[in-house]
């Protein structure tokens, strides 16, 4: 068929692919016509001609489309490693819907295991005989281990082999083996979570644990929180210096270590202060310690600082603490909205309310303005660190209702209000804008107009008719 026939017929087809029936079987041979059916409509393999099916080829590219069309395929093709393999690999639960010989095929079987072990319970059983196959499958799922032979599974070597090849496989030990403390630490090291799955008494060693820690951070941290053992029974004075520095340091190479101390340890205040040094979220372990101020404030100065004051503050008893001057100028530095904790007595202190002017940012929060006392506003000095504060966060508006008459009567708290928003809206502002914000009496003030008009140049401010 020349290239003008073969176009016509697909032109036809494009139309319709069920047309291609209706074709001669030179046509429905032909290879061009074929592959454009192929990748059209792989469900129109089915009406191909035996020659067509039989091409090794076409058969190759089918199975790419839809793996499923290996069905369809005759049975010396599907025996064919090379036509096998890329179908169950794209579809692996095809697996079991070939000849034995393919399923016996070791190497085919090992990359069918490597993607998906449960085939396993499929392979002949020579190959769930053979270690490097067993082994394979257990790698990636540690119950395929019930799939090896039973001449595997009682072979103590092979056991060792695939616990270190998969830890989770330690569950299906001996209970002399998973009391055996290189046994685990075998296990441990292919697997943290297998450590659930050795023996009570080995779960239950301080000594044992602490070495899991010692040997690898990553390692321990991962196997304690596995662990099924909430609490050791770790027994010692924890005020005494040896002891509470071998707790310290277990901690220190893995924070999940804190989960099997018992609750005196972290009640007790000396044990405590130096964890909380570290990490002031530790605090919240002890409901007794969290009331205490001094353990407070260790909490607020740590390396790193409790994450979240507010939420800190709304859960602690203690409210006499928010008379303390030093605790609330160090929670301010972390959050300024705890400037709205502050007692009675603190209401009007004015260096709390700078601190929290001069710690609010994005980072950290802002000051509500709400919580400002009047009075500040009709302080000079405060009311311009306000300017600044809320003229970067953009929210002049907020403020300006609350600045005193006394202040806002004064040219100089005026002109620096309009230099704010000069800084803040520099391509928003016009003549009207700024005028609107200037009081009347201001305006028969030449000098100060003059002013004006120098800090907005193109606006033209005297022209203004009043």
């Given at each position: 068929m020349?290239?003008?026939?073969?176009?016509?017929?697909?032109?036809?087809?494009?139309?319709?692919?069920y047309?291609?029936?209706?074709?001669s079987?030179q046509?429905?041979?032909?290879?061009?016509?074929?592959?454009y059916?192929?990748?059209?409509?792989?469900?129109?393999?089915?009406?191909?001609p035996?020659?067509?099916?039989?091409?090794?080829?076409?058969?190759?590219?089918?199975?790419?489309?839809?793996?499923?069309?290996?069905?369809?395929?005759?049975?010396?093709?599907?025996?064919?490693?090379q036509?096998?393999?890329?179908?169950?690999?794209?579809n692996?639960?095809?697996?079991?819907?070939?000849?034995?010989?393919?399923?016996?095929?070791k190497?085919?079987?090992?990359?069918?295991?490597?993607?998906?072990?449960?085939?396993?319970?499929?392979?002949?059983?020579t190959?769930?005989?053979?270690?490097?196959?067993?082994?394979?499958?257990?790698?990636?799922?540690?119950?395929?281990?019930?799939n090896?032979s039973?001449?595997?599974?009682?072979?103590?070597?092979?056991?060792?082999?695939?616990?270190?090849?998969?830890?989770?496989?330690?569950?299906f030990?001996?209970?002399?083996?998973?009391?055996?403390p290189?046994v685990?630490?075998n296990?441990?090291?292919?697997n943290?979570?297998?450590?659930?799955?050795?023996?009570?008494e080995?779960?239950?060693?301080?000594?044992?644990?602490?070495i899991?820690?010692?040997?690898?951070?990553?390692?321990?941290?991962?196997?304690?929180?596995?662990?099924?053992?909430?609490?050791?029974?770790?027994h010692?004075?924890?005020?005494?210096?040896?002891?509470?520095?071998?707790?310290?340091?277990?901690?220190?190479?893995s924070?999940?270590?804190?989960?099997?101390?018992?609750?005196?340890?972290?009640?007790?205040?000396?044990?405590?202060?130096?964890l909380?040094?570290?990490?002031?979220?530790?605090?919240?372990?002890?409901?007794?310690?969290?009331?205490?101020?001094?353990?407070?404030?260790?909490?607020?100065?740590?390396?790193?600082?409790?994450?979240?004051?507010?939420?800190?503050?709304?859960?602690?008893?203690n409210?006499s603490i928010?008379?303390?001057?030093?605790?609330?100028?160090?929670?301010?530095?972390?959050?300024?909205?705890?400037?709205?904790?502050?007692?009675?007595?603190?209401?009007?202190?004015?260096?709390?309310?700078?601190?929290?002017?001069?710690?609010?940012?994005?980072?950290?929060?802002?000051i509500?303005?709400?919580?400002?006392?009047?009075?500040?506003?009709?302080?000079?000095?405060?009311?311009?660190?306000?300017?600044?504060?809320f003229?970067?966060?953009?929210?002049?508006?907020?403020?300006?209702?609350?600045i005193?008459?006394?202040?806002?009567?004064?040219?100089?708290?005026?002109?620096?209000?309009?230099?704010?928003?000069?800084?803040?809206?520099?391509?928003?502002?016009?003549?009207d804008?700024v005028?609107?914000?200037i009081?009347?009496?201001?305006?028969?003030?030449?000098?100060?107009?003059?002013?004006?008009?120098?800090?907005?140049?193109k606006?033209?401010?005297?022209?203004?008719?009043?």
């Amino acid at each position: 068929m020349n290239e003008e026939e073969v176009s016509r017929i697909i032109d036809r087809l494009s139309e319709s692919l069920y047309s291609y029936v209706s074709l001669s079987n030179q046509e429905k041979e032909q290879k061009e016509i074929v592959l454009y059916v192929l990748k059209n409509g792989p469900y129109m393999f089915k009406h191909f001609p035996d020659k067509v099916k039989n091409d090794k080829e076409i058969a190759l590219k089918a199975i790419s489309i839809d793996p499923r069309l290996i069905s369809q395929i005759n049975e010396d093709l599907k025996d064919d490693p090379q036509i096998a393999l890329p179908a169950i690999l794209q579809n692996p639960d095809l697996f079991s819907d070939f000849s034995p010989r393919i399923r016996s095929d070791k190497q085919i079987v090992l990359q069918v295991l490597a993607f998906k072990p449960s085939l396993i319970k499929h392979v002949s059983d020579t190959l769930r005989d053979d270690p490097d196959v067993a082994l394979t499958a257990i790698e990636n799922d540690a119950d395929m281990f019930e799939n090896a032979s039973e001449r595997l599974r009682s072979d103590r070597a092979f056991l060792l082999s695939a616990i270190s090849k998969n830890g989770m496989v330690l569950k299906f030990a001996s209970e002399q083996q998973r009391n055996d403390p290189d046994v685990v630490l075998n296990a441990i090291k292919s697997n943290p979570r297998s450590l659930q799955y050795a023996s009570d008494e080995l779960q239950s060693s301080k000594d044992f644990i602490l070495i899991i820690l010692r040997n690898s951070k990553e390692e321990g941290d991962d196997a304690i929180v596995y662990s099924n053992v909430t609490q050791m029974p770790l027994h010692g004075d924890v005020t005494n210096e040896r002891f509470k520095n071998e707790i310290l340091e277990a901690y220190s190479r893995s924070e999940s270590f804190l989960t099997i101390l018992p609750q005196a340890f972290f009640d007790n205040f000396y044990f405590m202060a130096d964890l909380v040094k570290k990490d002031g979220d530790l605090i919240y372990r002890s409901v007794k310690l969290m009331n205490d101020p001094t353990m407070i404030k260790l909490s607020l100065m740590a390396e790193n600082p409790l994450s979240d004051i507010m939420e800190f503050c709304s859960r602690i008893t203690n409210k006499s603490i928010f008379g303390d001057l030093d605790f609330l100028e160090q929670a301010i530095k972390l959050n300024p909205e705890t400037y709205s904790l502050r007692s009675e007595d603190l209401k009007i202190d004015r260096r709390l309310l700078v601190a929290a002017i001069n710690n609010s940012n994005y980072e950290t929060g802002f000051i509500n303005v709400d919580d400002i006392p009047d009075k500040f506003f009709d302080d000079e000095e405060i009311v311009f660190m306000l300017y600044d504060l809320f003229g970067e966060k953009g929210s002049y508006f907020s403020l300006i209702h609350r600045i005193s008459d006394r202040i806002k009567s004064q040219p100089s708290a005026m002109l620096y209000f309009l230099y704010q928003l000069k800084k803040t809206y520099p391509e928003e502002l016009n003549r009207d804008s700024v005028l609107s914000q200037i009081p009347h009496s201001f305006t028969t003030d030449m000098a100060f107009m003059k002013k004006i008009d120098l800090l907005f140049p193109k606006l033209n401010i005297l022209d203004y008719q009043y």
